[in-house]
């Protein structure tokens, strides 16, 4: 497509449940980013795809967190059990190289009730 | 590890003046270096980069920014400050795909322009 698309936009859940968002890169992207904007806060990474190599985990807050990207294309990022904390935006990218900088999507904002 | 610093949190300036944010960074080898812009309620828009070449890049908008390898710095500018450049502006390094191609943003400035 010719951004990055990102649902759903907003998202209000109970503490403890299980969500997940989408995330659909530009086509042709290779690399796909999964960033966390708390209130007020920089952007926090969490995981990030590479062609078909493993995926570089690192950020992950706690293992109720967890991505997979199919295809090379869409990723699914899912929060388990969700706690108030999760609250944030979680930001999208996807990029051809890193030299050209990402292309974001428009984040789904997450608020856990 | 690399990180992004930027001192100033909050910048207010009167449109029409010039206007200097501040980005110092740590990174082991040359970097990339990125200027991004947030409006309110979007995504992040990229407003220029640096990779290598020559060390003062322009970007869109009007925004230029200058790598001073010495000083860690990577400053943005604007001569002339509209109101719709109102928003929050990060910085950010990486390196390249060898090096992982993760970016690490700063923590924002929050830009306020005055009539």
């Known amino acids: 497509g010719a951004g990055v698309s990102q649902s759903p936009s907003n998202k209000v859940t109970e503490k403890g449940k299980d969500v997940e968002l989408r995330c659909d890169p530009i086509?042709?992207?290779?690399?796909l980013y999964w960033y966390r904007q708390s209130l007020g806060q920089g952007l926090e990474f969490l995981i990030y795809f590479q062609g078909n190599s493993a995926p570089d985990k690192s950020g992950l807050p706690s293992d109720r967190f967890s991505a997979e990207r199919t295809g090379g294309s869409v990723s699914t990022l899912t929060i388990q059990r969700t706690q108030q904390e999760d609250s944030a935006v979680y930001l999208c990218a996807s990029s051809l190289r890193t030299a050209y900088g990402y292309t974001f999507g428009s984040g789904t904002r997450l608020t856990v009730v | 590890a690399q990180s992004v610093t930027q001192p100033d949190i909050h910048i207010t300036v009167s449109e029409g003046a010039s206007l200097e944010l501040r980005c110092n960074y740590s990174y082991g080898a040359t970097p990339y270096l990125f200027w991004y812009v947030q409006s309110p309620g979007q995504g992040l828009q990229l407003l220029l980069k640096y990779f290598s070449g020559d060390t003062l890049v322009q970007g869109i908008k009007g925004f230029e920014a200058e790598f001073k390898r010495s000083q860690s710095s990577f400053n943005l500018r604007k001569p002339s400050v509209h109101w719709s450049d109102a928003a929050e502006y990060f910085c950010a390094v990486g390196g390249g795909e060898t090096s992982g191609s993760r970016l690490t943003f700063g923590e924002g400035t929050q830009l306020t322009v005055n009539p």
């Open positions: 086509s042709g992207h290779t690399a």
